[in-house]
């Protein structure tokens, strides 16, 4: 089974650049990579999740993907969960009914030949929302049915383990909520984990499982919020799935200019029209 991982499109239906990147890696991914299936893992829109234009015609760009496509919530999607969300705009159901209605589940199981792929909701992870309790047991009644034979490599995104020593004034993972997921994916043979919302790629070894970073298609980071260590730049992750083996690799897509948020005129005017719209 071949996977391509795509992340933090930031897609808006005014179009621009990250819309033009989204294209060449839609033409990319069809008929360079050929994958079995296609996984957002999220931040597939602009900036806000209220916002219905960019949600419909970013599915309607998702539909140009010739191989299957299943997608998670991103932060942007739905809001996200904690006392201080990004500008105020916090993981509601009202948000995550939005998105589903569009997306589908905002968790998933899809199950091929010896692998099982989880999709979770990252944004629920300490939101204290009921649709928690929910996905909470959802995850230990897939951990109990997966066989023994089958691997499993899980998507969602914001990552599950650390990825900073000190805070910074955002959240960047999972947080506090790692240690009770990890004790539940370990009744399974954790393959591989893939996350996106750093906007950098990077590979680390957690014991038997593989943790990815995907990059973004968008923008990379600007210079206050890059992390030292990884790959700031645009692009892809493909999964090759053999016998039991992920082996993830990082695909620079052809085009894609490794531009900051600052230089998209699409994503600074939605920052700057979130003083001029209620959150929360």
Known sequence: MKIVQISDTHLSARGGRTQQNFELVVDYVNNQVRPDLVVHSGDIVIIHPD???????AHTLMQRFTAPVLVVPGNHDIGEP????????????????AFETVWGPDHWRHDADNWTVLGLNSELFGSGLDRETRQWAWIDDVAADVPESQRVIVFLHKPIWSAVDE?????????????????????????AVGSGHLHCYRQTRRGDTLEVWAPSTGFVAGDGDA???PLHQLGIVE???????????????PGLDDVTAGAVPEVTEAIDALGHRAVG
């Open 239 to 253: 999964y090759d799935c053999t016998d039991g083996v992920v082996r993830a690799s990082y695909r620079s897509v």
């Open 82 to 97: 904690g006392s201080a969300p990004w500008q105020g705009i916090g993981v509601t159901d009202e948000r995550i009914a």
């Open 51 to 57: 916002d219905v234009d960019d949600r419909a015609h």
């Open 227 to 229: 992390l030292p260590g």
């Open 167 to 191: 805070p910074v004034g955002h959240a960047v993972d999972i947080g506090e909520s790692r240690t009770r997921l990890l004790t539940a994916l370990g009744k399974v043979s954790l393959a």
